[in-house]
Nanobody, 123 residues
Framework: QVQLVESGGGLVQAGDSLRLSCAASGRTAYAMGWFRQAPGKEREFVAAIRWSGGGTVYADSVKARFTMSRDNAKNTVFLQMNSLKPEDTAVYYC??????????????????WGQGTQVTVSS
């Protein structure tokens, strides 16, 4: 069993930066991902990272602005979000998939989810 706890959300202005963290407890050798859901919209993929050996994938809407990283020693993944836009406003969720050798971008493949953290970007 894995528990995921996100933190770092908040209210910022357009152009600002935020850094989200996701701390995992339990067995943590998993591929990890970030998703987000805005009011009235479907949950969408944001970024994902392999368990080891590097490798990240980003949604086109956040590419070059967001960076996902992980610290396996601390069982934590991060999402550095720069140049935030109002359209980035959403609840951001961290997820873990019992996959070791590839990046997972499909929500249905993830086994564990955090409770979410709100990110609000004002114009």
């Amino acid at each position: 069993q894995v528990q995921l706890v996100e933190s770092g959300g908040g209210l910022v202005q357009a152009g600002d930066s935020l850094r989200l963290s996701c701390a995992a407890s339990g067995r943590t050798a998993y591929a990890m991902g970030w998703f987000r859901q805005a009011p009235g919209k479907e949950r969408e993929f944001v970024a994902a990272i392999r368990w080891s050996g590097g490798g990240t994938v980003y949604a086109d809407s956040v590419k070059a602005r967001f960076t996902m990283s992980r610290d396996n020693a601390k069982n934590t993944v991060f999402l550095q979000m720069n140049s935030l836009k109002p359209e980035d406003t959403a609840v951001y969720y961290c997820a873990a998939a019992r996959v070791f050798n590839r990046i997972v971008v499909v929500a249905a493949e993830y086994d564990y989810w955090g409770q979410g953290t709100q990110v609000t970007v004002s114009s």
